[in-house]
């Protein structure tokens, strides 16, 4: 089983959000959206079509918990109820609160760190 495909975003904790994106916007390029991330497109004739999202958070988000890390790293998935099956498997440390949304399912899985690593099956074709 194919297990992740690739990155689906990066997400962290900022004191300022809305002053750290105008930096990277201002300095680096990021196309920074009225909601406050960047989203990098991809896929091409030889590749899926896909995005990866760079979001900041202001220090006080609940997203990350219920790690005390301040980024959370989201995974793009093939199959998300065959992996979180495996991973239970395995022993991981599963967070039981899978949801799926109009851009796909999510679930979470806590790393030997205690790390929060958001999982995310995209709907088909995206």
Known sequence: MKRVTGIGGIFFKSQD???LGAWYRD????DVT???GAIFQWGGPDSAPGMTIWSPFGQDTKKMEPSSASFMINFRVADLGALLAALRSEGCEVI???EPSEYGKFAWVIDPDGNKIELWEPPAGQ
Request: proline share 8%; charged share 30%; glycine share 16%.
């Open 34 to 36: 009225e909601w406050g």
């Open 27 to 30: 300095h680096l390029g990021l």
């Open 96 to 98: 039981d609160n899978t």
């Open 17 to 19: 959000p809305e002053r």
